[in-house]
């Protein structure tokens, strides 16, 4: 039937170890036969290996390595051009960009030419007068709110020793109830304590009596001051009034006056309007004259324009089209040289290991299944032969 004793488990260990020696060995192995030397059209690759170090030198072939010498000493002269026009491209933003002298319109006014007649009325009345004899038949909340506070002030000067000889007699005529029996909350106690409440009463009554009289008479005062301000600006006002008639009477005088030299102005208007007509004709040839003079500095402005601007942009194209120039290839860019593509694979020396662990598990797994069911059909044979010897 076999050993009953179960397999030793593998040495995975021991597998690991050899498994990472043949990795190593593979790894190696595969760079390689993926890093040969190479000689080609454009250059080559020398590949050398110090133990598991490997040195590689590239060089470009002789056509490729003028080519690489000429291309680098072109970007590094675009370059240097590139600077020289940048350092002028900026001189020349931070001054004033100017196009040409500024060219104005035949007819167009300039400020020198304009004026503005300014008139000051003599005896114009106040504008503001209104308003102000307006604020003085009112109150407003400031004063109403100084009003109350008087008020208030009056009653707290009048209460002020009050309530600190209400509070001491409240205190006396407590220890002396107290003292006589009498305590808080008998009715001999709430009649005794309410004749003081009561006189306390009556001197905030006649507090609040005093500082509303006071309040009163303040409020008179104010209404008193405000009615004089407003007949001194009645007053005032007359004043201006008259002083408005009189001017109104200066310039009606003054508009007479111009009307008579008005009429006498118009006969030499007339004669110098017969003159002024046969000189017209002149100045619209001269208008004329001055439109055309006017269209040709326009363009000439437009010619300017145009040539400051072609002398900003054009090194701002040349720097861009130096900078934008072709570069050169290495031929061994895409890797350290020559790829084969070929990949040597380690020996599978873990999976070997673990698959033979497994057969032997697998195998003793059978001879166990193979044992107990032997072990089973001793014992049901046993069994029958029992029965039967019991039946005999």
């Known amino acids: ?54 040195t590689v030198t590239q060089r470009l072939g002789q056509a490729e390595q003028q080519l690489k010498d000429t291309t680098d000493w072109a970007k590094q002269e ?35 030419d304009t004026g503005y007649a300014q008139y000051a009325g003599t005896g114009r009345a106040n504008e503001g007068l209104g308003a102000e004899m307006a604020k003085t038949g009112r109150m407003d909340a400031k004063q109403v709110d100084s009003s109350q506070k008087y008020r208030d002030d009056v009653i707290n000067a009048m209460m ?22 009498l305590r808080p909350g008998t009715e001999a106690y709430r009649e005794a304590m309410d004749s003081i409440n009561r006189g306390y009463n009556d001197a905030r009554q006649q507090a609040i009596i005093s500082g509303g009289s006071e309040a009163s008479r303040s409020e008179q005062m104010d209404i008193a001051a405000r009615q004089q301000r407003g007949a001194e600006l009645s007053l005032n006002e007359n004043l201006n009034a008259q002083d408005y008639q009189a001017g109104l009477q200066r310039r009606t005088a003054q508009q007479q006056a111009l009307q008579t030299n008005a009429g006498l102005n118009l006969q030499d208007f007339n004669a110098r309007l017969a003159n002024k007509t046969f000189s017209n004709q ?14 040709m ?24 089209s130096l900078q934008q120039g072709q570069q050169v290839n290495n031929p061994f860019a895409g890797g ?8 040597v694979a380690p020996a599978p020396v873990a999976q070997g290991v673990q698959a033979q662990g497994q057969a032997a598990q697998n195998q003793y797994n059978a001879q166990q299944a193979s044992r107990n069911a032997n072990i089973g059909a001793g014992a049901g044979l046993i069994g029958s032969i029992g029965s039967a010897a019991m039946y005999r």
């Open 336 to 343: 350290l040289g020559y790829q084969a593509g070929a990949n």
């Open 160 to 181: 002020g020793r009050v309530d600190i000889g209400t509070k001491k007699q409240r205190e006396q005529e407590n220890s002396r109830l107290i003292a006589a029996g």
């Open 78 to 112: 675009s370059a240097g051009a590139g600077k020289n026009l940048a350092h002028n491209i900026r001189a020349n933003s931070e001054g004033h960009f100017k196009t040409g002298e500024d060219v104005v319109a035949p007819g167009s006014l300039r400020d020198s």
């Open 282 to 295: 002149g100045i619209v040839q001269n208008n004329a004259n001055t439109a055309n003079v006017y269209a």
């Open 1 to 54: 039937m076999g050993s009953s004793k179960a397999p030793a488990a593998p040495d995975y260990v021991g597998a690991a170890t050899v498994q990472g020696a043949a990795n190593k060995e593979a790894a190696l192995t595969t760079g390689k036969v993926n890093n040969p030397t190479v000689y080609n059209p454009y250059g080559s690759q020398e590949v050398t290996w110090n133990g598991d170090q490997p």
């Open 297 to 320: 500095k326009q363009d000439a402005n437009k010619n300017r324009i145009a040539n400051a601007l072609a002398q900003r942009n054009q090194p701002i194209n040349e720097m861009i």
